[in-house]
């Protein structure tokens, strides 16, 4: 049983839309992350945060924003989505750099 | 950036072979993970490496972290149709940010 949730799975959503997508564990884990993966593809690391109130950008540049308000919870959000962020989008958290565990993923699709 | 190197892009193994999998990197890694991933869903572990040299089994898998802490191998032996998927080497240093290769496709014939 996963640790780690991802809502939605699956969206579909207009060019220009705001969108969030959800992140949640329940494992305690202090870091948190968010990589992005076209299919068959490697994962990108666009986010991540150490802790409460600490978020950093990953090495490949995003126009996504996140915040960590409570240590379970990581969302990550589009202002304005377009084509372009059509992706799959994958949440993961560690303990330190132990216990490293991905969530499903939201697979986005704009149009 | 820290940069893992996987290759070949894609493997095509018969049913009941064994096959070998290298992750090389430029840099000096503390923790080497290995994962799975099938269409759709996100990556799964598989075996996690803490120590140079560490050899580690789970099942048909092995892995070892290699000596000089920049590679690490995965073997999977008397294959199966299950194994087929995407198998994703990654390593993380001090800052416990992971780096993932990009990752090498098995196709296991039956």
């Known amino acids: 049983e996963a640790d780690i949730y991802q809502t939605p799975r699956y969206l579909v959503i207009g060019t220009g839309k705001k969108i969030t997508l959800e992140c949640s564990q329940t494992?305690?884990?202090?870091?948190m992350y968010w990589y992005q993966q076209d299919p068959g593809m490697e994962l990108h690391l666009i986010h991540y945060?150490?802790?409460?109130?600490?978020?950093e950008k990953g090495d490949l540049s995003s126009e996504s924003t996140v915040s960590r308000i409570r240590t379970e919870h990581f969302p990550l959000t589009l202002e304005s989505a377009r084509p372009s962020h059509t992706s799959q989008y994958l949440c993961?958290?560690?303990?330190?750099?132990?216990?490293?565990?991905f969530g499903s993923g939201t697979r986005l699709t704009v149009v | 950036g820290q940069q893992l190197n996987q290759s070949p892009q894609s493997m095509f193994i018969q049913e009941g072979e064994d096959v070998s999998m290298n992750c090389t990197s430029s840099?000096?890694?503390?923790?080497w993970l290995w994962y799975k991933q099938d269409p759709g869903e996100g990556p799964v572990l598989l075996i996690a490496?803490?120590?140079?040299?560490e050899l580690t089994s789970n099942g048909r898998l092995t892995a070892q972290f290699g000596i000089t802490r920049k590679d690490s191998f995965l073997n999977i032996s008397a294959s199966i149709p299950s194994d087929v998927g995407i198998y994703f080497c990654?390593?993380?240093?001090?800052?416990?940010?992971?780096?993932f290769g990009k990752g090498i496709t098995l196709s296991v014939r039956p």
């Open positions: 993961a958290s560690s303990m330190g750099g132990s216990g490293y565990t």
């Open positions: 494992m305690g884990h202090d870091k």
């Open positions: 945060s150490y802790g409460v109130n600490s978020t």
């Open positions: 840099s000096i890694f503390n923790t």
């Open positions: 490496l803490y120590k140079a040299g």
């Open positions: 990654g390593g993380s240093g001090a800052n416990s940010k992971l780096t």
